[in-house]
């Protein structure tokens, strides 16, 4: 199983951007996806406030880093995500 990642992206106004910009980034980051030539993922974004956070999926954060290097998108921070909780994580 492949490791997933958070990605944390300053980007200051993303919560203020349009559908046509975030198309256009998702255009971009799928071009730069489509092109890495290794097993890559990205699940989905969160847009809010002056941040991006994206959660990908592959084998080494040195290929996140270089996804967002390709597409001219900040990185502040790779982290691996060790666990997903809900309020269902509460029923064991």
């Not at 255009?27 to 699940?43: E, F």
């Not at 990908?56 to 040195?62: F, G, L, N, R, V």
Request: charged fraction near 25%; proline fraction near 7%.
């Amino acid at each position: 199983m492949m490791p997933t990642f958070i990605i944390e992206r300053t980007l200051p106004g993303a919560g203020e951007l349009s559908q046509e910009q975030l198309r256009e980034i998702a255009r971009t980051s799928n071009r730069v996806v489509a092109d890495l030539g290794v097993p890559y993922r990205w699940l989905h974004s969160y847009v809010a406030g002056d941040k991006i956070y994206c959660v990908h999926e592959t084998a080494d954060p040195d290929i996140v880093r270089e996804h967002a290097r390709r597409g001219g998108f900040p990185c502040d921070s790779v982290t691996v995500i060790a666990e997903v909780i809900g309020p269902e994580t509460a029923n064991g």
